[in-house]
């Protein structure tokens, strides 16, 4: 199963890249920077050994968190981010942002508005938490279980979680809130297919470029 995952995980990358090549703003940031603002068309990187204070998107912007430190990341409008890494004290989302996490360490991961995030995998989150009835968090893994406002399974790498999951008024009880989705862990047969199609939808995409 693990080497299934690191295939899809290649295969995804390589998807990113070749849908990212008609954005307009490209970045990679590995250095110290205390506030970073992006909007519009811009897709930016963030790797070791960076070091960011606060990181605002906003509009259509896209981040990809892959390694450093980043005490703030907040996502508004429709920006989208990827956290394949790295550590996020504090990830906000707002209006209809999404984000997609499979690793990294996560402190505080906050939903607004009718904001998504999908978890795949993360090495350690601390909070999960929803502002009002419309945020909506889908947590692909196997064996999951709530009690006492802690949701607790097993990641497609077989890596075991537990993790707060409440709604902002921080009340813990034995009923899982209802901004959650479980989904379980596809089978290795599903994960080809999702990479063929993936694969399939960036070369559509690079053909339009």
Same mark, same amino acid.
């Not at 990187?45 to 968190?65: K, L, M, Q, R, W």
């Not at 499979?102 to 795949?120: C, F, K, M, P, Q």
């Given at each position: ?20 090549? $008609?954005?307009? %703003?490209?970045?990679?940031? @590995? ?11 811009? %897709? $930016? ?7 960011? =204070? ?22 508004? @409008? ?19 942002? %999404?984000? @997609?996490?499979?690793?990294?360490? $996560? ?15 993360? @090495? ?8 009002? =009835?419309?945020?909506? =968090? ?11 406002? %802690? ?21 813990? $009880? ?25 694969? =399939? ?9």
């Amino acid at each position: 199963m693990a080497q299934h995952l690191r295939t899809f995980g290649q295969i995804a990358t390589v998807a990113l890249a070749l849908s990212s090549a $008609t954005l307009v %703003h490209a970045e990679v940031i @590995d250095s110290a920077d205390p506030w970073v603002n992006r909007a519009g068309s811009s %897709h $930016t990187t963030i790797v070791a050994p960076a070091d960011i =204070a606060g990181f605002s998107a906003f509009e259509n912007a896209t981040v990809e968190v892959v390694g450093g430190e980043v005490s703030g990341l907040s996502l508004h @409008d429709n920006s989208q981010a990827q956290v394949l890494g790295g550590d996020v004290s504090w990830l906000r989302l707002y209006d209809d942002s %999404h984000a @997609d996490v499979s690793a990294g360490v $996560t402190s505080w991961l906050w939903l607004h508005d009718r904001s998504t995030v999908r978890i795949t995998g993360i @090495d350690d989150l601390s909070w999960l938490v929803f502002e009002g =009835a419309s945020a909506r =968090a889908e947590i692909v893994a196997d064996n999951v279980t709530y009690s006492g406002g %802690h949701l607790s399974g097993t990641w497609g790498n077989g890596q075991r979680f537990s993790f707060w999951a409440v709604d902002a008024g921080f009340m813990t $009880t034995d009923i899982m809130p209802s901004n959650i989705a479980i989904t379980a862990v596809p089978e290795p047969a599903s994960f080809a297919y999702l990479g063929f199609g993936l694969l =399939a939808l960036a070369w559509r995409v690079s053909r339009r470029a």
